[in-house]
């Protein structure tokens, strides 16, 4: 089944406390990225990726890193979690030209920070 | 810059009532691209649409239809004959050709259909 994984779905840490949600996407997809979905402020891209090796900041990158060593692959990294990372984030990928071609969602991590 | 405006935050309709969710964009970009997706209360988003600015058919599917106008640069989302199961926070996005590498989101509007 063509699908995107994210892990985990959910996670209480505390400030400081490096983390990493994994995204993984089965489809041979080019193109992937990050948002978060914040009451009253919709999904915010935070990084994208439009190939191996290729990432770039979107619009709220601050205190996240990715990577993207393996084309299936696109983790985001927090160093040190703060409150205001609190959110709930989502995975995409899509075929090619990520922003025209139609994205296609993991099921989301809900992540609070303490 | 890019721009979608969803001005309904919330809609409360009947099971059975139609329902039309409405969404402006902006872009000075002639090549773009429109979408709708569902986040049903389990929280995964569902693609419903893609609509590319040279295809201003409409479209239906099933009880859903979409309305494309660039004269008023609109892309309205119509659920006939509504299901409880439709209840979602409804997202309506905008891409644009050559342009930053990503979707702009409008904010959303939440559908609550009732038995």
């Known amino acids: 089944e063509a699908q995107v994984t994210q892990n985990p779905r959910y996670l209480i840490t505390v400030t400081g406390k490096k983390l990493t949600v994994t995204c993984s996407q089965n489809m041979n997809h080019e193109y992937m990225s990050w948002y978060r979905q914040d009451p009253g402020l919709g999904l915010r891209q935070i990084y994208y990726s439009m190939n191996v090796e290729v990432t770039d900041k979107g619009d709220v990158p601050e205190g996240y890193k990715v990577s993207r060593k393996e084309k299936r692959n696109f983790p985001l990294i927090l160093e040190s979690p703060s409150p205001n990372q609190t959110s709930l984030y989502f995975c995409a990928s899509s075929r090619s030209r990520g922003n025209t071609d139609t994205q296609y969602f993991g099921p989301g991590t809900r992540l609070t920070v303490l | 810059a890019q721009k979608v405006t969803q001005a309904q935050t919330e809609i409360s309709v009947v099971e059975k009532e139609d329902v039309t969710l409405d969404c402006v964009y902006e872009t000075r970009d002639t090549t773009y691209y429109l979408f709708w997706y569902k986040q049903p209360p389990s929280g995964e988003l569902v693609f419903l649409i893609r609509?590319?600015?040279?295809?201003?058919q409409n479209e239906i599917s099933g009880r859903y239809s979409w309305n494309f106008q660039k004269s008023t640069s609109s892309f309205n989302f119509t659920i006939t004959a509504s299901q409880v199961v439709d209840s979602a926070v409804y997202f309506c996005?905008?891409?644009?050709?050559?342009?930053?590498?990503?979707?702009?989101f409008g904010k959303g509007t939440k559908l609550t259909v009732n038995p």
């Open positions: 609509r590319n600015s040279f295809d201003e």
């Open positions: 996005a905008l891409s644009v050709e050559g342009g930053s590498e990503k979707l702009v």
